[in-house]
């Protein structure tokens, strides 16, 4: 009777398994392209063996790369992502043959459609219409809701796109557990945004040697100030929470 939610360390990128009290699961962001066998292993060692729901918040390379390498190893029941057509790599396209090519299993996600597996609510919060055309503050973020565990998995929004839901969601965006958004960029999770959020753990996904320099200093420093339990990716490994909708606990690799 358990809701677990794995951050699989992929690097410098995303991937968020959850697995389900009835066994089923939804697989968020599949990291770089070579991280794909790695999260096949994962998936395995944790007695995957198809992918009921694989969510795509959007197209940037470190997490969408690894769906090829997941699609050759799995059935996979249902895709989704925002819909939006406004980038172009070899990649995406590659991609976009895959995921939206299948008509049958494809999905659209934006703000306001909602859905329950089981006793798992999932929110779609994020992209807001009109699109903003850029591709973080497109991505799709997802509320969890399991009993009165809240979890907000907010892709790589930046600030801009926290303004925006702030305003539209306000009150909604209270959760226990917080992905911070972009792998702990300056700029996003700003001061306003955890105080709407009122998280009590952050995860933060990430590599550890990354050309960007994340997390940046900022944004741990704002964390700490804010009494918030930081997991890193790059420093703890693989994370996993597991909550019975009561309490929750969170386990790391290292």
């Known amino acids: 009777n358990y809701l677990t939610v794995h951050f699989i360390d992929v690097g410098q990128g995303d991937s968020i398994l959850l697995i389900l009290p009835d ?7 599949t990291g770089i392209q ?29 997490h969408i790369g690894g769906i090829f390498s997941i699609a050759s190893e799995f059935e996979i029941d249902n895709y989704y992502d925002n819909g939006f057509s406004n980038f172009s790599s ?17 999905n659209i996600l934006q703000a306001g459609d909602s859905f329950t597996l089981g006793d798992t609510r999932i929110d779609i919060l994020n992209p807001l219409l009109p699109p903003t055309g850029n591709l973080n503050e497109d991505s799709v973020v997802v509320k969890l809701v399991f009993g ?3 979890i907000l998995l907010s892709g790589d929004l ?18 226990q557990i917080l992905k911070t958004g972009h792998h702990g960029d300056r700029r996003s999770v700003s001061d306003d945004f955890l105080k709407a959020v009122k998280p009590e753990a952050a995860i933060i996904s990430v590599g550890s040697i990354n050309k960007y320099g994340h997390p940046h200093k900022e944004i741990l ?8 339990n930081i997991y890193r990716t790059d420093q703890n490994g693989n994370i996993v929470l597991k909550t019975d909708g009561r309490t929750y606990s969170i386990q790391t690799e290292k």
Do not use: F, W
Not at 158 to 175: C, T
């Open 23 to 29: 066994g089923k699961n939804v697989l968020l962001d």
């Open 34 to 62: 070579p991280a794909g066998p790695h999260i096949v292993k994962y998936l395995k060692d944790h007695q995957i063996k198809h992918i009921n729901h694989l969510i795509s918040t959007h197209p940037h390379d470190d």
């Open 90 to 106: 070899t990649l995406y396209r590659d991609y976009i043959k895959l995921v939206r090519g299948n008509k049958t299993k494809y």
């Open 148 to 150: 009165r565990i809240n």
């Open 158 to 175: 930046g600030n801009p796109g926290e303004r925006r839901l702030i305003n539209k969601a306000g009150p909604a965006l209270a959760s």
């Open 221 to 228: 420093d704002r964390l700490r100030k804010n009494g918030i």
